[in-house]
């Protein structure tokens, strides 16, 4: 009985220590083991994608790469899912996620957004052959599918609060959308060029992936103006103010310098960060 | 038109099962598997898919070299599983002990922990052990979660095959080692289980190629393995298609490897039948 006792009181502490994320520690351990972890979901071209030497590349790879060079250290990077590195929690697993990520309300519970990066415009995606959709109201009612967690399902559920200075204003304009939620955004692309309303009627997706897609030969047209405007932000896990502070620092001197202008114009065709 | 190709086609498939069972067996199975296959291979032939794609990314889906030191590809999915099979047949035969034994104690854990590993679905017991473990302060990595993950699931499914088989040994069996005098772990050892094993190989070895494909859902923890790879370079350039078709045909081609062995495994347990 004492035992019991005993192991339920110790595994009481380890829980209690575990809990509380102390004030600087992910930057000691970065520069301590003098290397960035970072995390990246690959399968999101022309953010981060492997390349035929199986390396990573694109937008957000290059940004990583650059924080940690004026950091000091390497990189490495982790491929967890997507929905794993929004749930939050990270324990030390990795250090930080340059992932073109939404700073939302609800994200904002369980990360951390020191800096903005860049913004990316959403747009609504139709095949092609479709002619009965000629303005993003026209959307409303249809199948329009969208990847699962993403801004863009909020968007269509119309819940989406993005928490960020300077976030420019928008408005619901596709009612009651019929919702299909994919894994991930080039899947719900995949279900859309079999043909116009075969298994989708559009998609809400980011455009620098839309155009991605068009120039790889898929039969999609963008369909008027961009939806939203959302900005992408560097996220960390929560409760280390000095981490924070020091890649808010790192992003502006990016921003001030053009370094983030010229990684833009290299992946997007176009200057994002503005 | 439409029926003229079809009887045509009906035709041709009726004159070529004649002409085939005319072989002896052996041939038929033969011809039969090559015709099929070349069905299969026009079918994804009719896709238009780029081959040279599929060639540049070969290597990476079967692993050949390392991703940060370790395996990736094939040869991770391959590792993942021996492992957890390794550790899933210990876990089932401990289980299997429990559940057939008279102490309360045993019997209520090796109940509870089937149970509860059969009534969840793997997908979730991955994710619970990968983010689960952190909240109690034991951070693992994504290949040891899968390697976990795997060998607790199947570990239970096997309990039940291990269990199975000790009953299906002849109570006589028992008796009669007892008449001469050995210990019951030594009845267990020498006498039960060496019978036990020709009736759990069959089912045990279907487990394994099972496990071998659901090893693919890990690849929602980031761990590299085949159906990562595949996923990923799909993306890449939006050659999706070729890559699962790619990967498909490589499993199919480890779990034939996977099938063999076990018959060898089952010939072999089953020396004490022949005659």
Known sequence: MRFLTKLISVLGLSLAVCAQVLGGEVLDRVMGNKVLVMSTDAEYPPQSSLNENNEFIGFDIDVGKEIAKRLGVGIEFVTPSWDVITAGKWAGRWDVSVGSMTPTAKRREVLDFPAIYYYTPASLVVHKDNASIGSPADASGKNIGVAVATTYESYLKKDLVIDAEGAPGFEYQINDAQIRTYDVDNLALDDLRLGDGVRVDAVVTALPTIMDSIKNGYPLKVVGDPLFLEPLSVAIDKGDAEWGAKLTEIVQAMHDDGTLSKFSEKWYDADLTK | ?275
């Open chain 2, 1 to 275: 038109m439409q029926w003229v190709t079809i009887a045509l086609v009906a035709a041709v498939a009726v004159v070529n099962i004649w002409l085939i069972v005319k072989f002896p067996f052996q041939l038929q199975v033969l011809i039969a598997w090559l015709e099929l296959l070349a069905l299969f291979l026009v079918f994804f032939w009719s896709f238009d898919l780029s081959y040279e794609y599929i060639w540049s990314r070969l290597r990476f889906l079967l692993g050949l070299g390392l991703q940060n030191g370790f395996l990736m590809g094939a040869a991770l999915t391959l590792f993942i599983c021996i492992v957890a099979i390794l550790a899933s047949t210990f876990i089932a035969l401990i289980a299997a002990l429990g559940r057939l034994s008279d102490n309360g104690v045993a019997f209520g854990v090796s109940t509870f922990y089937t149970s509860f590993f059969r009534g969840t679905p793997l997908l979730l017991q991955i994710m619970l052990i990968y983010l689960g473990l952190p909240q109690l302060g034991i951070v693992i990595t994504p290949i040891p979660s899968a390697i976990i993950a795997l060998a607790l699931c199947y570990g239970a499914y096997s309990a039940e095959i291990f269990r199975a088989g000790i009953l299906g040994v002849p109570v006589g069996q028992t008796e009669a080692a007892r008449a001469i005098g050995l210990r019951d772990a030594k009845i267990m050892r020498l006498v039960v289980l060496p019978q036990a094993m020709k009736l759990i190989v069959p089912p045990l070895g279907n487990q394994f190629i099972a496990m071998l494909k659901d090893s693919s859902l890990v690849s929602i923890l980031g761990a590299w393995e085949l159906m990562y790879m595949a996923r990923t370079h799909g993306r890449a350039e939006f050659k999706y298609i070729e890559m699962l078709i790619a990967a498909a045909l490589i499993y199919w081609i480890m779990s034939m490897v996977f099938e063999t062995a076990q018959a060898r495994v089952e010939n072999y347990y089953r020396k004490g039948d022949q005659r």
